[in-house]
């Protein structure tokens, strides 16, 4: 079963209330771990702030020229499903049935 998470801006240093200079995401596109979301600029640099998590974005709450601070929530996903963990014993005992006597 998949989840719905929201990716927040991290913290920022010294930086409060940052211009958002680009959106690279939009409500259908799928994240990886460290996929660029926007892009901020502060009087001293330029970064984008990467996805903490993997899924398909289902909302964007920040537009190009807004802006954030620490916590701001960036987007809503619906998480990816965890793959599933199949143990080696499981098809054996799955398999094994009681005979008649």
Do not use: H, W, Y
């Not at 001293?44 to 993997?54: I, Q």
């Not at 965890?82 to 009681?98: G, M």
């Amino acid at each position: 079963m998949s989840d719905t998470g929201e990716l927040v801006c991290p913290d920022l240093g010294d930086f409060g209330d940052v211009v958002v200079t680009d959106v690279l995401i939009k409500p259908g596109d799928r994240v990886e771990l460290n996929t660029p979301l926007i892009t901020l600029e502060t009087d001293k640099a330029t970064m984008d702030v990467p996805s903490t998590a993997v899924g398909r974005i289902t909302e964007v709450l920040v537009t190009k020229g807004g802006r954030v601070s620490k916590g701001t929530v960036i987007a809503r996903l619906q998480a990816a499903p965890e793959t599933p963990v199949r143990s080696p014993a499981a098809a054996p005992a799955r398999a094994a049935t009681p005979e008649a006597a």
